[in-house]
């Protein structure tokens, strides 16, 4: 089954914790891309990648890193978290090098930083 | 600001109805895409429509573009219970500096009434 799985779906957290949240697709997609989902604010890009080891700043990239050392994983890296990063992340794939076709998104990771 | 803007923010029908969602944007788009949220998961990409096309069918949705107004409609119809849900529009514009970038509308709730 075509998937993109994030790990962990559910995390709580305290300030300046360092934590990974992982993400892996199973359709060789080219593209993945981060995404942070607020309340009132949407969806917004975090950081994204068009292919193994090339990796952009999206919209609201402070705070975050990210890798692709594979193309199906794109793990995003809270160096020293704070609360205002409290939020619903998604990890998206695409087919299309820039990733402005059909998005397969993650189920989420609901992040809480205390 | 926000390219696509999802209108109404809120709408509640009865089951059987159909629902209509408009989406405004301002700038000029290769395409245009159409994604459904359940409370919490994931997005699932619904349908897209391409800047030389007018209309799109799939199953019970209609999508509809008329790039002049830059705008597009989402209708879904003889709804059902399970059509609750968060719905937005998601368009492909070309930067300043020549890339293109897929941007979110905010999205917005359709709540469908046994």
């Known amino acids: 089954e075509a998937q993109v799985t994030q790990n962990p779906r559910y995390l709580i957290t305290v300030t300046g914790k360092k934590l990974t949240v992982t993400c892996s697709q199973n359709?060789?997609?080219?593209?993945m891309s981060w995404y942070r989902q607020d309340p009132g604010l949407g969806l917004r890009q975090i950081y994204y990648?068009?292919?193994?080891?090339?990796?952009d700043k999206g919209d609201v990239p402070e705070g975050y890193k990210v890798s692709r050392k594979e193309k199906r994983n794109f793990p995003l890296i809270l160096e020293s978290p704070s609360p205002n990063q409290t939020s619903l992340y998604f990890c998206?794939?695409?087919?299309?090098?820039?990733?402005?076709?059909?998005?397969?998104f993650g189920e989420g990771s609901r992040l809480t930083v205390l | 600001s926000q390219q696509g803007e999802e209108d109404p923010q809120a709408l509640s029908i009865q089951e059987g109805e159909n629902a209509t969602m408009n989406c405004s944007y301002k700038t000029s788009i290769n395409n245009l895409q159409w994604y459904r949220q359940n409370s919490g998961r994931g997005l699932v990409h619904l349908i897209l429509?391409?800047?030389?096309?007018r209309e799109k069918h799939s199953g019970r949705l209609r999508v509809t573009l008329d790039t002049s107004k830059k705008s597009s409609s989402l209708l879904i119809t003889a709804s059902r219970a399970a059509d609750t849900a968060s719905y937005f529009c998601?368009?492909?514009?070309?930067?300043?500096?020549?890339?293109?970038?897929?941007?979110f509308g905010k999205g917005m709730k359709l709540t469908v009434n046994p």
């Open positions: 429509i391409r800047s030389n096309e």
């Open positions: 998601a368009t492909d514009l070309i930067t300043q500096g020549g890339s293109e970038k897929l941007v």
């Open positions: 359709m060789n997609h080219e593209y």
């Open positions: 990648s068009m292919n193994v080891e090339v990796t």
């Open positions: 998206a794939s695409s087919r299309y090098i820039a990733g402005v076709g059909e998005l397969f």
